[in-house]
T-cell receptor
Framework: GAVVSQHPSWVICKSGTSVKIECRSLDFQATTMFWYRQFPKQSLMLMATSNEGSKATYEQGVEKDKFLINHASLTLSTLTVTSAHPEDSSFYIC?????????????FGSGTRLTVV | AQSVSQHNHHVILSEAASLELGCNYSYGGTVNLFWYVQYPGQHLQLLLKYFSGDPLVKGIKGFEAEFIKSKFSFNLRKPSVQWSDTAEYFCAVNAPLSGGYNKLIFGAGTRLAVHP
């Protein structure tokens, strides 16, 4: 089946620094990827939709200048948390649709736990 | 705006008990419906999905769900749960939106604990 690889699995950074998270579709091409944020014991909240070759589409309330998304190829989307602060600490998950849009639905990465100290 | 409502936030069952988790959505058009499971420390996995056809959908690990269009519901069921079913369950809806792309909207999740 479709596999999405997310890296790193966890990262600790100092307040004010930037962190980049990668999301790769391993055995299929993904023109669209999705970035979610999950707070402890809460559901996944969609942050933005990453479109290959064009600008990402952000959900209401998500700062596009703080959460930079780049989808430069059909297999890679990156999320950069700029000038991170402790309130950005969360679990970030990426997702991609399978090529047909029908067979597997959506495939999720294993997530990245970000801790800002 | 589209939304997904899961009524049970926490469910505690004994092994062999039957399970039903409620899921309702708000969207008047054609939808695709999903149930995902997240085991402790692991990523989301697809349990089952409904796109069209038979409204009773069978998934992995003995789970099934029934799409009732008139009730905007997609409840998850399992006749006899096991301790290994302890996890968090998310209902999700995918609806076509303007701009030509779809997105998944998740419910708040239901945390299931099964006692041996």
């Amino acid at each position: 089946g479709a596999v999405v690889s997310q890296h790193p699995s966890w990262v600790i950074c100092k307040s004010g620094t930037s962190v980049k998270i990668e999301c790769r579709s391993l055995d299929f091409q993904a023109t669209t990827m999705f970035w979610y944020r999950q707070f402890p014991k809460q559901s996944l909240m969609l942050m933005a939709t990453s479109n290959e070759g064009s600008k990402a589409t952000y959900e209401q309330g998500v700062e596009k200048d703080k959460f930079l998304i780049n989808h430069a190829s059909l297999t890679l989307s990156t999320l950069t948390v700029t000038s991170a602060h402790p309130e950005d600490s969360s679990f970030y998950i990426c997702s991609a649709r399978d090529p047909s849009g029908l067979l597997f639905g959506y495939t999720f990465g294993s997530g990245t736990r970000l801790t800002v100290v | 705006a589209q939304s997904v409502s899961q009524h049970n936030h926490h469910v505690i069952l004994s092994e062999a008990a039957s399970l039903e988790l409620g899921c309702n959505y708000s969207y008047g058009g054609t939808v695709n419906l999903f149930w995902y499971v997240q085991y402790p420390g692991q990523h989301l996995q697809l349990l089952l999905k409904y796109f069209s056809g038979d409204p009773l959908v069978k998934g992995i690990k003995g789970f099934e769900a029934e799409f009732i269009k008139s009730k905007f519901s997609f409840n998850l069921r399992k006749p006899s749960v096991q301790w290994s079913d302890t996890a968090e369950y998310f209902c999700a809806v995918n609806a076509p939106l303007s701009g030509g792309y779809n997105k998944l909207i998740f419910g708040a999740g239901t945390r299931l604990a099964v006692h041996p």
